[in-house]
């Protein structure tokens, strides 16, 4: 049985992540208070019901549930995306 992968550059690969870290970071500005429920953050981060379930459970991401329905801040969201973002060339986290 074939695997098949898709390779992609790491330069176009890194310069995708960067245009989209920064159409979400406009969208932050514009909608600063937006509230999301685990559908949105899913197709946002285009992760899995589980990543998310991980991601709630390790505190990575704060949510809160409310009659059986998780929501999240919109700006939670990007502020785990920006302690997680690390630089590209060294790998060294920023602080």
Same mark, same amino acid.
């Given at each position: 049985?074939?695997? !098949?992968? @898709? *390779?992609? %550059?790491?330069? #176009?690969?890194?310069?995708?992540?960067?245009?989209?870290? !920064?159409? @979400? *970071?406009? %969208?932050?500005? #514009?909608?600063?208070?937006?509230?999301?429920?685990?559908?949105?953050?899913?197709?946002?981060?285009?992760?899995?019901?589980?990543?998310?379930?991980?991601?709630?459970?390790?505190?990575?991401?704060?949510?809160?549930?409310?009659?059986?329905?998780?929501?999240?801040?919109?700006?939670?969201?990007?502020?785990?995306?920006?302690?997680?973002?690390?630089?590209?060339?060294?790998?060294?986290?920023?602080?």
């Amino acid at each position: 049985m074939s695997k !098949n992968f @898709l *390779l992609i %550059d790491p330069d #176009e690969f890194w310069d995708q992540f960067d245009t989209r870290m !920064n159409e @979400l *970071l406009k %969208d932050r500005k #514009e909608n600063p208070k937006k509230i999301m429920r685990s559908a949105e953050v899913r197709a946002m981060l285009n992760i899995s019901d589980s990543t998310l379930q991980s991601m709630r459970i390790s505190g990575a991401i704060p949510a809160s549930k409310i009659e059986g329905t998780w929501f999240y801040y919109y700006d939670d969201i990007i502020d785990a995306l920006e302690r997680g973002r690390t630089n590209r060339k060294d790998g060294l986290e920023n602080d």
